[in-house]
């Protein structure tokens, strides 16, 4: 069965600094793979997905991320955090099923600072 | 361009009270429309999912239930809300099974 695990809950990083939240997967197959954000009290917005094309995605507002099959791995990164990211973040596998259910992780805040 | 609107936004309820809460995607045809569940600011549960009119799927037995009788409208209803029907409750749709999901602005349910 398809998991995602985002390996921390929280993340505190300084404005201009590198963003990184990190996503591990489980799947019995070629994945696909998204990254959604979530601000307080909104829905969820597609940063970006992979689905076996380019293992380096970019997304919208500079995130991207890279697919790491030996890793089964999935982090987001930003080269340069701004006040406006700090939100939820979710990793999100697509189940196998015919349902093509969407399996989210547990997400990660992220905070900036000034 | 695709929109989606959910229906109310904020919503406070005593418990017994029934519930319908509206979704409504714009600029598409036949999509999958899904309810989700969000407790306390984390993690998100499928409640239900759609693939046409009249189509109900139910992933977890629960007090709530799902319609869908319009191409692009999706409802989610109880007849007695329960505490624990609390939540933020967003709408989604998709252009096909297994494709990425858009989601609408939430409706918060707060039973109390």
């Known amino acids: 069965a398809q998991s995602v695990t985002q390996l921390d809950s929280h993340v505190s990083v300084s404005e201009g600094t590198p963003v990184l939240l990190r996503c591990n997967y489980s799947?019995?197959?070629?994945?696909?793979l998204f990254w959604y954000v979530q601000h307080p009290n909104k829905g969820l917005q597609l940063l970006l997905k992979?689905?076996?094309?380019?293992?380096l995605v970019k997304g919208i507002n500079g995130f991207e991320a890279e697919f790491k099959k030996s890793e089964t791995s999935f982090h987001l990164t930003k080269p340069s955090a701004h006040m406006s990211d700090a939100a939820e973040y979710f990793c999100?596998?697509?189940?196998?099923?015919?349902?093509?259910?969407?399996?989210f992780g547990q997400g990660t805040t992220l905070q900036v600072k000034p | 361009s695709q929109t989606i609107h959910q229906w109310p936004a904020t919503l406070v309820q005593p418990v017994g009270s029934p519930l319908s809460l509206e979704c409504t995607v714009e600029?598409?045809?036949?999509?999958?429309l899904y309810w989700y569940r969000q407790a306390a600011g984390r993690g998100l549960q499928l409640l239900f999912y759609?693939?046409?009119?009249?189509?109900i799927s139910s992933e977890v037995p629960q007090n709530l239930s799902a319609s869908r009788p319009q191409d692009r409208q999706f409802i989610l209803s109880s007849k007695k809300l329960l505490l624990s029907d609390s939540g933020f409750y967003l709408c989604?749709?998709?252009?096909?099974?297994?494709?990425?999901?858009?989601f609408g602005p939430g409706t918060r349910l707060t039973v109390t």
């Open positions: 799947s019995s197959y070629s994945p696909s």
């Open positions: 989604a749709w998709s252009i096909r099974t297994g494709y990425e999901q858009y």
């Open positions: 759609s693939v046409g009119i009249g189509q």
């Open positions: 992979y689905t076996s094309a380019a293992t």
């Open positions: 999100v596998v697509r189940s196998s099923s015919n349902t093509g259910k969407l399996i």
């Open positions: 600029g598409t045809s036949n999509p999958n």
